[in-house]
C-alpha cells in the first residue's frame, strides 16, 4: 500500500496508510502512515469491536493534521494483549511439514508461506496475464527486477 500511497500523492491526492508491519512500513516510506502494534490482518483492530475500528480510523485519519514531514509514522496506542508474549506465536511460517498428525492450518496462529524473492502466481494463467501486463512501463513495477 505504501507504493500505491506514493504514486497516488504524486498525483495530488492526500494518503494515509494504516499498517502492522512497521519495518516494512519504513522500508517503504508512505507519506504518512500510522503503525498499530496488532497482528496483520488487525490494522483496524479486534473483530467484533466496532468502536474499537471506528477510534483507530479516526486516530488514523488524524495523521493529516499530525504529519509534520514526509514518510511520518503515528503510533496508535491500543494494545493487543497485556503483554507481547502474543508474538512469540505469530508472523512464524509454518507448512504442513511442520505440523504434528491431525493437527490442521487453523491449529497454527500462521500458516503462511516464507516469503519468496520472485512473484509467486496461483496458476499459469496468472503468471501469463502478469507477464503480459508488464510488457513495457508500469509505474507501480518501475524499477523493480524480476
Known amino acids: 500500500m505504501g507504493l500505491i500511497a506514493r504514486q497516488l500523492e504524486i498525483s495530488g491526492i492526500p494518503t494515509v496508510t494504516m499498517t502492522s508491519a512497521l519495518d516494512i512500513t519504513e522500508a517503504v516510506g508512505p507519506p ?7 497482528p496483520l490482518g488487525h490494522t483496524s ?3 467484533h ?3 474499537l475500528g471506528l477510534e483507530i ?9 499530525d ?6 509514522i503515528g503510533r496508535q496506542p491500543f494494545r493487543w494483549a497485556e503483554d507481547d508474549s502474543w508474538k512469540d506465536s505469530v508472523m ?3 507448512g504442513a511439514a511442520d505440523r504434528s498428525p491431525g493437527e490442521t492450518s487453523v491449529d497454527k496462529l500462521d500458516d503462511r508461506a516464507p ?9 499459469p ?9 508488464h510488457k513495457g512501463e508500469c509505474l507501480v513495477c518501475e524499477g523493480v527486477d524480476y
Not at 32 to 38: E, G, H
Not at 115 to 123: D, E, G, K, L, V
Open 32 to 38: 504518512r502512515s500510522v503503525f498499530l502494534d496488532y
Open 45 to 47: 483492530g479486534r473483530p
Open 49 to 51: 469491536r466496532p468502536e
Open 57 to 65: 480510523v479516526a486516530n488514523a485519519l488524524a495523521a493529516f493534521a
Open 67 to 72: 504529519a509534520d514531514h514526509p514518510g511520518w
Open 92 to 94: 512464524r511460517p509454518t
Open 115 to 123: 516469503r519468496r524473492t520472485t512473484p509467486q502466481y496461483q496458476s
Open 125 to 133: 494463467a496468472d503468471a501469463e496475464a502478469a507477464a503480459v501486463s
